[in-house]
T-cell receptor, first 111, second 112 residues
Framework: GNSVTQMQGQVTLSEEEFLFINCTYSTTGYPTLFWYVQYPGEGPQLLLKVTTANNKGSSRGFEATYDKGTTSFHLQKASVQESDSAVYYCVLDPDTNKVVFGTGTRLQVLP | AQTIHQWPVAEIKAVGSPLSLGCTIKGKSSPNLYWYWQATGGTLQQLFYSITVGQVESVVQLNLSASRPKDDQFILSTEKLLLSHSGFYLC???????????FGKGTRLTVV
């Protein structure tokens, strides 16, 4: 079946530190992969999207690369800010209308 | 501009009572519609999706049902609430698959 694994439940960093959130996926075919961010009390919102065609996505200083060989889709940011504190979800869309969210990684950025 | 409106914002309901949550999308014709559920501190679980009026597909069984009576309206309901139904319910839409999903502000349900 389709699945997404985020092993890091919580990440705590200081401002200007490097962010790396691990995500691996399992599916057949060529899915579209997303990172969504959720702030407290709100619904998730799209951070970036990557398809097999473009392999890499970036937005607001965040980057993710789609690696079919290792089935990974890690999220990175060179220098985090306190305003980046939120929950980040790796999301798999296997083109079936049944979207799969990872368990989420709570990022806390200390001033 | 497209807007998504969910109601109510929050509900406190008794175990065994009925529930109806609603969602309206304006400014977009024939969107795909979705219901998601999020337990407190948990991840998002897709419950239902609909690609057209009158057709709803179930993704997980949680003793809930969904209907799409109009192109722009999606309803989530049950006749008997369980304690395990507590959580955050999110309605969402997208144009087609593999595209961005836009979420509403959600309904926080507490079953007591």
């Amino acid at each position: 079946g389709n699945s997404v694994t985020q092993m890091q439940g919580q990440v705590t960093l200081s401002e200007e530190e490097f962010l790396f959130i691990n995500c691996t996926y399992s599916t057949t075919g060529y899915p579209t992969l997303f990172w969504y961010v959720q702030y407290p009390g709100e619904g998730p919102q799209l951070l970036l999207k990557v398809t097999t065609a473009n392999n890499k996505g970036s937005s607001r200083g965040f980057e993710a690369t789609y690696d079919k060989g290792t089935t990974s889709f890690h999220l990175q940011k060179a220098s985090v800010q306190e305003s980046d504190s939120a929950v980040y979800y790796c999301v798999l869309d296997p083109d079936t209308n049944k979207v799969v969210f990872g368990t989420g990684t709570r990022l806390q950025v200390l001033p | 501009a497209q807007t998504i409106h969910q109601w109510p914002v929050a509900e406190i309901k008794a175990v065994g009572s009925p529930l109806s949550l609603g969602c309206t999308i304006k400014g977009k014709s024939s969107p795909n519609l979705y219901w998601y559920w999020q337990a407190t501190g948990g991840t998002l679980q897709q419950l239902f999706y609909s690609i057209t009026v009158g057709q709803v597909e179930s993704v997980v069984q949680l003793n809930l049902s969904a209907s799409r009576p109009k192109d722009d309206q999606f309803i989530l309901s049950t006749e008997k609430l369980l304690l395990s139904h507590s959580g955050f319910y999110l309605c969402a839409w997208s144009l087609v698959t593999n595209t961005e999903v836009f979420f509403g502000k959600g309904t926080r349900l507490t079953v007591v």
